[in-house]
Every structure is written in structure tokens, then in C-alpha cells.
């Protein structure tokens, strides 16, 4: 069973929709780095991230990793590191996986652009939990914390998050 979401802001999984928050720039079909812009597709679901501090590890069949303080994601087209984890110091442009905020204190990444990696073709889309006013991503797919413990413990290795097209 796939994760469905709507261009228009829903998302549609195991029989119940949810709110969901998408990029600034809506859905795109050609994602490219810094559109904030959610790219249109199907894309397996690889591996889900957790502030240790924050909660518990999520029940899900999914490989799960505790973060930590020092973890980035490199955004940085043309670093030998774009579009996977990294620890700082870092000698390029990434993005904090330890925030201060609790957008990421559960976050799934997915299979965007890493298999191989393309400069320039998108970084550091994820699954996360969504503001409280659903506000915008930068081309992420945000929903309730509650939403996504949900999806990751009914979900398994051969579920997908599938964006459709406006």
C-alpha cells in the first residue's frame, strides 16, 4: 500500500485522509535544487531519522537511526556529499537535521535523486512532521507527528510516497 498525496494539500493512506503540507511552489515534475517545490512521482520510503531526546524510536520496519547534534544533509550541488547525511564541521552548504524546532525530530528520507545522485536534481526531500499551521516546505511532504508514527508503523519495506501532479 502506497502513501498518497494530493497536490492539494491531503494526503491519502490506509483508508483515512490527512492534512499535509507541501513546498512554497506547489508540485513540480522537474525538481530541481532550491525550487521549493515538491516533485511529482513514487518514491520508496529508505530510512526514518529520530531526535533521541525528543521521542522514542519509531515502531516501523524501516531501518531507524538516531540523530544527533553533528548531523547535517549536504545541499550542496557540486560536493562529492550532495544529497546525503553528514557531520559537521562540514566543508559545504547543509541543512541541520537537530533543530530547534520539532520538524524533524521524526523524519523519513526517501528515495529522491540517491540512486545515483544527480547534482543539482534535488537534496533533503523528506517525510517530516508538519508545522502547526500546515505552513509551506521547501519540498517536503509535512504531516501531524501523530500522522507519521501512524504511516510508519503500518507501513512496510515495499511502501512508496507517491506525489501527484496538479
Same mark, same amino acid.
Given at each position: 500500500?502506497?502513501?498518497?498525496?494530493?497536490? /492539494?494539500?491531503?494526503?491519502?493512506?490506509?483508508?483515512?485522509?490527512? %492534512?499535509?503540507?507541501? @513546498?512554497?511552489?506547489?508540485?513540480?515534475? $522537474?525538481?530541481?535544487?532550491?525550487?521549493? *517545490?515538491?516533485?511529482?512521482?513514487?518514491?520508496?520510503?529508505? +530510512?526514518?531519522?529520530?531526535?533521541?531526546?525528543?521521542?522514542?524510536?519509531? *515502531?516501523?520496519?524501516?531501518? #531507524?537511526?538516531?540523530? /544527533?547534534?553533528?548531523? @547535517?544533509?549536504?545541499?550542496?550541488? $557540486?560536493?562529492? @556529499?550532495?544529497?546525503?547525511?553528514?557531520?559537521?564541521?562540514?566543508?559545504?552548504? !547543509?541543512?541541520?537535521?537537530?533543530? /530547534? /524546532?520539532?520538524?524533524? $525530530?521524526?523524519?523519513?528520507?526517501?528515495?529522491?535523486?540517491?540512486?545515483?545522485?544527480? %547534482?543539482?536534481?534535488?537534496?533533503?526531500? !523528506?517525510?517530516?512532521?508538519? +508545522?502547526?499551521? !500546515?505552513?509551506?516546505?521547501?519540498?517536503?511532504? *509535512?504531516? #501531524?507527528?501523530?500522522?507519521?508514527?501512524?504511516?510508519?508503523?503500518?507501513?512496510?519495506?515495499?511502501?512508496?510516497?507517491?506525489? +501527484?501532479?496538479?
Amino acid at each position: 500500500m502506497d502513501i498518497t498525496v494530493d497536490p /492539494d494539500g491531503t494526503v491519502e493512506w490506509n483508508g483515512s485522509t490527512m %492534512a499535509c503540507a507541501l @513546498g512554497a511552489n506547489g508540485v513540480t515534475g $522537474d525538481k530541481r535544487e532550491g525550487d521549493q *517545490a515538491t516533485p511529482t512521482g513514487c518514491y520508496a520510503l529508505r +530510512r526514518v531519522y529520530y531526535r533521541p531526546d525528543r521521542v522514542e524510536p519509531p *515502531a516501523t520496519v524501516l531501518p #531507524t537511526v538516531a540523530i /544527533d547534534p553533528l548531523d @547535517g544533509w549536504c545541499d550542496a550541488p $557540486d560536493d562529492p @556529499g550532495y544529497n546525503t547525511l553528514v557531520r559537521q564541521p562540514y566543508c559545504a552548504s !547543509f541543512e541541520l537535521m537537530w533543530r /530547534d /524546532d520539532h520538524l524533524y $525530530d521524526v523524519v523519513v528520507t526517501v528515495g529522491l535523486n540517491d540512486d545515483p545522485v544527480v %547534482a543539482g536534481m534535488g537534496s533533503a526531500i !523528506f517525510m517530516h512532521v508538519a +508545522r502547526p499551521n !500546515f505552513g509551506p516546505t521547501q519540498g517536503c511532504v *509535512a504531516v #501531524t507527528r501523530a500522522n507519521l508514527l501512524r504511516i510508519l508503523a503500518e507501513c512496510d519495506e515495499t511502501t512508496k510516497l507517491c506525489i +501527484r501532479a496538479s
